[in-house]
């Protein structure tokens, strides 16, 4: 029998009503047991299923509901994309919606279970393609919404995608991914096709929250950023580690240090203009389906 989570709508939601995926990378395993072990901290009550996105390692953790989805598992497969990476997870999913994390949303306060369910409550029952569960200021430039505590993400908004903790519909999430885009790119581009769609993407109101805006699930942030940057720790996650007692070898990857302004601009047009070939050969095919093409096995 489907456990049933409480709520106030009017059908209970169920276990069953979503996957949360945990987007990671084998290369990423060392963040793997603070994710969890902070993720039960801070909500204890969790017990919708897992998936792990890795391309070849298993994991389990006490108390959660985690499969490791091992899409590169097979000998001599190739090590894919962000975006083909989360696009092969997405296979194993038999949920019509996911809550979809990174590796390095180090929860760090309680999660709003009771908002959350909200949210999923209404993804069911509606025909929404996403609810953002932290507020991005004026980067998703959002005005009211379709129901109480949503706002609608406005369709200019410079990033109309992101990927911060949301729910999402399998189908819609689907149409954004590109397989040769990485996170940049999918948040940059994928904004630019968002834009153009008449998608329903909507964001949780931050003044509905109880916890002085954090975010329907709080995660460690410097600045915007999260847990790692650029591949480096970010500073003061040590405090928050040593106060739940996890043990980290920070040597190991380092700490990251604010780049000049010139040089961070760098690094960004770098990952936006990465692997151009495969990424315009996917837009190219995405244009000529919507435009009724019949070449695109040519591209």
């Known amino acids: 029998m489907e456990e049933c989570v409480k709520s106030d709508l009017r059908k209970p939601v169920k276990t069953t009503d979503i996957t949360i995926i945990v987007h990671s990378t084998d290369k990423f395993s060392d963040c793997w047991d603070p994710f969890f072990k902070l993720m039960g901290s801070y909500w204890p009550g969790c017990r919708y299923p897992i998936l792990l996105n890795t391309e070849t390692q298993s994991y389990a953790h006490g108390g959660l509901d985690i499969q490791a989805s091992r899409i ?3 000998p001599g497969a190739s090590w894919p994309t962000w975006s083909e990476s989360l696009l092969r997870c997405l296979d194993s999913v038999r949920t019509d919606i996911v809550l979809f994390m990174l590796d390095d949303f180090f929860i760090n306060g309680p999660v709003d279970a009771e908002t959350l369910d909200y949210c999923i409550g ?3 029952d509606h025909s929404y393609s996403s609810i953002t569960l932290t507020e991005h200021g ?3 430039a959002a005005v009211p919404g379709p129901a109480s505590r949503l706002l609608a993400i406005r369709q200019d908004a410079r990033y109309r995608l992101n990927t911060s903790p949301a729910l999402w519909r399998v189908s819609a999430l689907r149409r954004y991914l590109k397989p040769a885009e990485n996170a ?3 948040e940059v581009f994928g904004s630019w096709r968002a834009r153009r769609t008449p998608d329903t993407l909507l964001l949780v109101d931050p003044a ?3 916890n002085n805006r954090e975010g ?8 915007r950023n999260s847990g790692i940057v650029k591949g480096r720790w970010q500073r003061g996650i040590e405090e928050l580690f040593r106060n739940h007692d996890i043990q980290v070898d920070f040597s190991i990857r380092g700490f990251h240090e604010p780049l000049p302004s010139v040089l961070n601009k760098y690094y960004v047009l770098r990952n936006l203009t990465a692997n151009p070939r495969a990424v315009i050969a996917d ?3 995405d244009w000529m389906v919507r435009s009724g093409g019949n070449r695109v096995g040519s591209l």
Do not use: E, N
């Not at 329907?216 to 410097?222: D, H, T």
């Open 208 to 210: 509905s929250l109880k």
């Open 283 to 285: 837009w190219l095919r």
């Open 216 to 223: 329907v699930i709080p995660y460690f942030r410097a600045l």
């Open 184 to 186: 940049w790119q999918f």
């Open 138 to 140: 004026k980067y998703r």
């Open 122 to 124: 209404m993804m069911r």
């Open 72 to 74: 590169s598992s097979a």
